[in-house]
């Protein structure tokens, strides 16, 4: 599939796009497929949700660790249903790393306390690395020229996931890449999977906000 649609490797992709850009070098590429913040239903342990210890540190090597970490995360959330927050619960304090103070195992089936665990986590495991948190992009999808983007998936409008990225960026002093406020969409083969065209569009979105920082 990858081949298909022009996407051979790292040098491809969006994030590979963006590091040549600012002439860095690539530590670690912990992308999944399908991957989400929350802890999946039907999963036992937290892994390999992007809230784990497993996947909060694992971006470094023997030899070297992350200086800036770029986390785009959140789609899958959104478009699997993930409620946003439990009731009376905010998942904005990050004063213990690893963990919301307060919550009950279980509570991480919630984007705001997922999220916040997850930047706990990697500002734990990472504290010198820039932490850039992506808002969810509206994308087009072509050769569907009717295609329109679902601002709202299972009664729950994107802007609410956007909102939590935004506010625990925030409290967890962490930069916030606002692709969504750019206007800006990127080409994709289902509405959700960048492909070649889409991940330069992609690039040049998280270029764009980055130099702006």
């Given at each position: 599939m990858c081949n298909?649609?022009?996407?051979?490797?790292?040098?491809?992709t969006w994030w590979g796009k963006v590091i040549q850009h600012f002439q860095g070098s690539l530590v670690v590429c912990d992308a999944w497929s399908g991957s989400r913040v929350t802890k999946m239903p039907y999963q036992k342990e937290l892994f390999p949700s992007g809230c784990s210890r497993e996947r909060t540190g694992n971006l470094h090597t023997s030899s070297d660790e992350p200086d800036v970490i770029l986390v785009y995360m959140g789609v899958?959330?959104?478009?699997?249903?993930?409620?946003?927050?439990?009731?009376?619960?905010?998942?904005?304090?990050?004063?213990?790393?690893?963990?919301?103070?307060?919550?009950?195992?279980?509570?991480?089936v919630c984007?705001?306390?997922?999220?916040?665990m997850m930047l706990g986590q990697l500002k734990q495991n990472y504290p010198n690395a820039r932490i850039l948190c992506c808002t969810i992009c509206k994308t087009t999808c072509d050769g569907q020229s009717d295609f329109q983007f679902p601002k709202t998936l299972f009664g729950t409008h994107v802007q609410e996931?956007?909102?939590?990225?935004?506010?625990?960026?925030?409290?967890?002093?962490?930069?916030?890449?606002?692709?969504?406020a750019t206007g800006d969409t990127y080409s994709t083969i289902d509405g959700t999977h960048p492909n070649a065209k889409g991940m330069g569009e992609l690039a040049g979105l998280v270029i764009g906000c980055m130099e702006k920082l």
């Open positions: 298909a649609l022009g996407i051979h490797g790292t040098e491809d899958n959330d959104w478009g699997f249903g993930a409620p946003v927050s439990m009731k009376g619960k905010s998942g904005f304090d990050l004063n213990v790393p690893g963990f919301v103070p307060g919550y009950s195992k279980g509570d991480e984007f705001n306390i997922a999220y916040a996931f956007n909102d939590v990225i935004r506010i625990t960026c925030q409290a967890a002093s962490c930069d916030v890449l606002d692709l969504w």
